[in-house]
């Protein structure tokens, strides 16, 4: 079945730079859009960002536009995540899935245990 693994989480100060990794197994990875989504403590689970099959058009959420850039790479069934610019507000547990487009949402749900990105002041 899908496995996926995230990785590149840590503790970093406001204004600096983290780089995400996901490898997924069990599925073809280029036929899925894919992205990152996130959860902060007591907050829902909201959509970051997701990039097509063929990694022509991508989508970010607001508050990280222009700070983080999502990239894929196919051959290596693993999806990228640059955050720069960090800021306390991005702190949260980072997951990656299949997305669905501009609506960053996940309908095929979540696959990995994901990988915690903490942003101090």
């Known amino acids: 079945q899908v496995q996926v693994v995230e990785s590149g989480g840590g503790l970093v100060q406001a204004g600096g730079s983290l780089r995400l990794s996901c490898t997924a197994s069990?599925?073809?990875?280029?036929?899925?859009?894919m992205g990152w989504f996130r959860q902060a403590p007591g907050k829902e689970r909201e959509g970051v960002s997701c990039?097509?099959?063929?990694?022509?058009?991508?989508h970010y959420a607001d508050s990280v536009k222009g700070r983080f850039t999502l990239s894929r790479d196919n051959a290596k069934s693993t999806l990228y995540l640059q955050m720069n610019s960090l800021k306390p507000e991005d702190t949260a547990m980072y997951y990656c899935?299949?997305?669905?487009?501009?609506?960053?949402?996940?309908?095929?749900?979540?696959w990995g245990q994901g990988t915690q990105v903490t942003v101090s002041s």
């Open positions: 899935a299949a997305c669905d487009g501009r609506a960053l949402r996940a309908p095929l749900g979540y």
């Open positions: 069990g599925l073809t990875f280029a036929d899925y859009h």
């Open positions: 990039i097509s099959w063929s990694g022509d058009i991508t």
